[in-house]
């Protein structure tokens, strides 16, 4: 799951897309220019640029109605093939998958994180060698059984055949996904319904705020009523069948809190997160907190009742999104690291939030040069100067995103140029009330509009505008995070503090779920059908599987080799190393031997960064985790780029499709 | 007139249309195509054409065509003949852009062969008919209907005249799966006309069909000629190339054999043949006499036969109108088969090829 700060820009992206594509197009011009040249003599290179503008021409000349009638024939030969016996298997999966998923001992939200990663991964698992196999078998079917002869000797384009294709097995595909989520969803919903047994909501009851706590344990129903000032009641029934008939307004009142907690467990949150750096025990920032000495760094930690801690920058900090949740909403989750047992080891730490309003200047010179914060000096209100080279020259604070700033060292430094040191100044501090928080469980902060609080300077209590006095002009906001217990350690990552926006609808965060699948199945679907123009079946479907296997699994593994992130070198390298049994960690002997080893292994790398660019990532499509979690999928973080992907694959594809197809004698077997 | 037509009107008489083409009308083009090449230009123009097969390696395997040059002309029925093997079908899917000449040039209604457009003006029966069997004819033909970008209209006219031209009405709803091989080739043959097309390929065409059904496609592939349209047809049956064809050539191991009018090539100079009314043995003896005296050498002399082809055809049209009559040979008494009532003929719809 990544819900990264920095948003997905598509025009970059886009920029991107075009200079790669640009430059496979162009290698695999020249490649086959000179393959043409050795069969087809000095004309093979002018029938291969002939073929060029074909493409274009006839993709100008597409004829919806002759796609279309394709893309139905796929369908149907589709369905035909069985296709959707598949939904069957699902269907069957969920007759008995409760019968092993109920657990009534497990936390109602690791229950809903089951059903719904069950959902999910049984559609995902259950299609994919379905499409898989249907897109890499098509057409090589058709050419074998010569099915292809009689639609490509009628003026049909060979875009319009890949086209139809990808629409056809798309089509099915989409109606399976459709059909598969729907089910999917209702079945959670059910599950999650007959097994909330336990819950507690309070609401407004006649204008009277009430707290209905509803236990059906032990074959009977019991329920505490609390409204306002009245003393609590209690009310036990044999079963809710009996509570519904002897007390039918209680009962009303249990199905309200019921679907109340229905809507708390199955949910959609948007955070928002923030980046995160630290404060040492000097008050000065710093990268990361103390290491407790766990191995796996993700957490670090900040020393209880010292002046380290833990800060969070959040941007876009929208006052009308916010406001609509009834104030800023805060969920932490920290892990705490004991030095001393203390009173009772289940015992909560004390935290204590501040939130700072800060503003982040770089300071540059007439040219736009910046310049060493240690520098500058304020000559007036807001003129400054700065001694550069034994010359002084005016400069001028230039306002930086947050996201632009981090910390290295003890200092604060912009992200894309480390050696200009930014400055951060803290104008205004609002420590809020401390509380004690609950490990591994969720700790919900509201801070209403109006911030109240007690000034350590004045001495007296202020009130101020949470959005007007703390937010900053770039709509940023920085929360300080303390630990007050003496001896304790608090661990921190940057998810583990974030604002939360007013949730959306669990529905909707299901249905971009389903997206992401569908996303990933049409990728499967394009890649498929383009490697089934100039493959046959088995091999097609080979070629589609490694394309997936290392796009989803080894994506991580491959990007580590080529960036020479992997200890032991290259291939070649790694087997010397094997074979010599020579340490990871220990340097090769300095000799012409080795040099050329490296040389191999570079331009070898070199190869694997044309394959790690090539292979679709298809960890991008992953988004059943944000909604296994609880979160919405993130529209700029998850979705955009994952349609982004599937779009900058397809017209590729479709190049690769139409040449491989118009250029392959279809008759020769 | 041009010289084609004249051939064609020379050669065969203009054939009577079957049952089904009598009630059918014709339907319009729906996208009239205008012929791009003059009208003095072949519709197709094959110059050194070869094609060799070559193995995963490029190394040459077999020659299938070996600098094949030949012209078709616009109106004509030519047919292009050869022993298995010889390079028919090769030069045939060398003309539809299936393969790839390894030297030489095709033009083929003023087009490339690999040129898509083109195919807007062919129709093309492969030899088996390669299509797909989960359709029904109905949908098979609207299939190809929709390829040629026809309005929805325009196909449900073309589907039912097509259909019933090939005489598949009793079938249209069933799965070409369930089809015999004749019946197969019907519809196939109705999928190469669907777009009323200039110029028809066909791959053996009467390969799978029964006796009634060649007569049928031979009937239509002249019915096509008359109507200005070209045929291009291969086969090794070449009983029925000589029935309907303009003009041959024959291939043999990849190369052009023979080329020219089948009457030019098939009629001896040399011996004439005369056929008369029914003569009696003694006028016989005076003629042959005459001719003696005459000096001409009489080889010999008896009465014509039928082709096997027109005997059955007969028999069939007979048995259609007359039906109940039964064969009894002479020699076998039977008469129980005599006195049973005569009853209507079941004609079992369906796999009746």
């Not at chain 2, 045929?231 to 191991?253: F, G, N, P, T």
């Amino acid at each position: 799951m990544s819900i990264e700060t920095e948003p997905f820009v598509f025009l970059d992206a886009i920029q991107h897309w075009a200079k790669a594509v640009s430059a496979f197009m162009i290698l695999v011009i020249i490649a086959a220019c000179g393959l043409s040249l050795l069969t087809h003599g000095k004309t093979g290179p002018v029938l291969v640029l002939r073929w060029i503008p074909r493409f274009f021409r006839d993709l100008l000349q597409l004829s919806p109605r002759r796609v279309f009638a394709i893309a139905q024939l796929t369908f149907r030969e589709a369905v035909r093939r069985k296709a959707l016996v598949v939904f069957g298997m699902f269907a069957l999966l969920f007759m008995f998958g409760s019968w092993f998923m109920d657990n009534p001992n497990e936390r109602m939200d690791l229950q809903v994180k089951n059903y719904i990663s069950f959902v999910l991964t049984a559609i995902t698992w259950l299609l994919l060698p379905v499409v898989l196999l249907i897109s890499c078998w098509g057409l090589p079917e058709d050419i074998r059984n010569r099915s292809l002869h009689t639609v490509v000797t009628k003026p049909v384009r060979k875009t319009e055949i890949v086209i139809g294709r990808m629409l056809g097995f798309a089509s099915l595909m989409t109606i399976l996904v459709v059909a598969m989520g729907l089910t999917g969803y209702v079945w959670i919903d059910r599950e999650v319904a007959h097994n909330l047994t336990v819950y507690s909501e309070s609401f407004e009851v006649d204008g009277e705020e009430t707290l209905v706590e509803y236990v059906d344990l032990d074959g009977s129903v019991t329920v505490r009523v609390t409204s306002g000032e009245d003393p609590t009641q209690v009310t036990t029934a044999a079963s809710r069948s009996a509570l519904r008939q002897d007390n039918p307004a209680l009962y009303e009142l249990t199905e309200r809190a019921r679907a109340e907690a229905l809507k708390r467990h199955l949910v959609a949150k948007r955070p928002v997160l923030g980046t995160i750096s630290f404060k040492g025990g000097d008050g000065g920032p710093t990268e990361l907190g103390v290491n407790t000495g766990d191995i796996w760094e993700y957490r670090t930690y900040i020393a209880g009742g010292t002046q380290w801690r833990a800060i969070w920058d959040f941007e876009n900090i929208d006052e009308v999104g916010i406001l609509r949740g009834n104030g800023l909403r805060l969920e932490s989750s920290f892990e705490a690291f004991r030095t001393h047992k203390g009173d009772d080891i289940q015992q909560p730490l004390l935290v204590q939030f501040t939130l700072v309003r800060v503003n982040r200047n770089v300071f540059r010179d007439a040219d736009g040069n910046a310049v060493t914060v240690s520098a500058v000096r304020k000559t007036g209100e807001s003129s400054y100067e700065a001694s550069i080279d034994g010359a002084t020259v005016p400069v001028n604070p230039v306002q930086v995103a947050a996201h632009e700033v981090e910390v290295r060292g003890n200092a604060y430094v912009l992200v894309d140029d480390p050696d200009v040191a930014v400055q951060v100044v803290e104008t205004l501090k609002v420590p809020l009330p401390s509380f004690n928080i609950v490990e591994f469980g969720e700790n919900i902060t509201l801070i209403r509009s109006r911030v109240d609080f007690y000034d350590q300077d004045s001495g007296e209590r202020r009130e101020l505008d949470l959005f007007k006095d703390l937010v900053n002009d770039q709509r940023e906001l920085r929360v300080e995070v303390a630990c007050l217990d003496s001896g304790q350690y608090l661990g921190m990552a940057q998810r583990d503090l974030f604002v939360q926006l007013p949730s959306n609808s669990f529905a909707i965060g299901f249905a971009k779920a389903i997206c992401g699948i569908w996303l990933m199945l049409a990728m499967i679907v394009v890649l498929g059908v383009t490697s089934s123009c100039f493959l046959k079946g088995p091999v097609a479907s080979l070629l589609t599987l490694v394309m997936l296997l290392v796009g989803q699994g080894f994506k991580a593994f491959l990007e580590k080799i080529v960036k020479g992130d992997v200890e032991g070198g290259g291939p070649i390298e790694s087997i010397i190393r094997i074979i010599r049994q020579i340490n990871l960690t220990d340097d090769l002997p300095d000799t012409k031997f080795y040099a050329a080893v490296k040389s191999i292994d570079s331009f070898l790398n070199e190869g694997l960064y044309i394959v790690e660019n090539i292979v679709p990532d298809f960890r991008s499509f992953q988004m059943d985790t944000y909604i296994a979690n609880g979160f919405d999928v993130p529209w700029s973080h998850a979705m955009a780029p994952s349609i982004g992907i599937a779009l900058a694959y397809l017209i590729p594809c479709l190049v690769i499709a139409y040449y491989s197809l118009s250029l392959r004698e279809l008759e020769h077997k | 007139m041009d010289t084609n037509e004249a051939v064609s009107q020379e050669i065969q008489p203009e054939p009577e249309p079957d049952a089904s083409q009598a009630t059918a009308e014709p339907v319009a083009a729906a996208e009239p195509v205008a012929a791009a090449e003059p009208a003095d230009e072949p519709v197709i123009k094959i110059r050194n054409l070869s094609k060799i097969y070559r193995d995963f390696w490029g190394r040459p395997k077999v020659q299938a065509l070996n600098s094949l040059t030949l012209d078709i002309q616009k109106g004509e029925v030519f047919g292009l003949l050869g022993p298995n093997g010889s390079g028919k079908t090769t030069t045939m899917k060398l003309l539809l852009g299936l393969l790839f000449p390894s030297s030489g040039d095709i033009t083929i209604l003023g087009e490339t062969a690999t040129n898509v457009e083109k195919n807007e003006r062919i129709g093309y029966l492969p030899e088996e008919s390669y299509l797909y069997k989960f359709l029904n004819a109905v949908e098979t033909l609207d299939f190809y209907g929709r390829l040629f970008n026809m309005s929805k209209s325009v196909r449900r006219e073309r589907v039912e005249y097509y259909i019933e031209m090939v005489g598949l009405t009793h079938a249209k709803h069933r799965q070409l799966k369930e089809y015999s091989k004749g019946m197969t080739r019907r519809i196939g043959l109705a999928q190469a006309l669907i777009n009323d097309p200039d110029l028809v390929l066909l791959d053996e065409p009467t390969t799978g069909l029964d006796p009634l059904g060649t007569r049928d496609m031979k009937d239509l592939i002249l019915k096509l000629r008359s109507e200005g349209k070209t045929v291009v047809m291969c086969s090794h049956l070449l009983a029925d190339v000589q029935d309907v064809c303009d003009r041959i050539a024959i291939l043999y191991e990849g190369e052009l054999k023979q080329l020219g009018r089948v009457e030019d090539l098939l009629t001896e100079q040399g011996r004439t043949q005369l056929m008369t009314s029914k003569l009696d043995d003694s006028l016989i003896v005076e003629v042959t006499e005459l001719l003696e005296r005459r000096g001409a050498t009489v080889e010999s002399v008896d009465h014509p036969t039928s082709t096997l082809e027109e005997l059955f055809l007969r028999t069939v049209e007979e048995s259609r109108e007359r039906p109940g009559r039964r064969f009894v040979p002479e020699d076998v008494v039977a008469p129980e088969l005599v006195s049973e009532p005569v009853s209507e003929p079941v004609s079992e719809p369906g796999k009746s090829e």
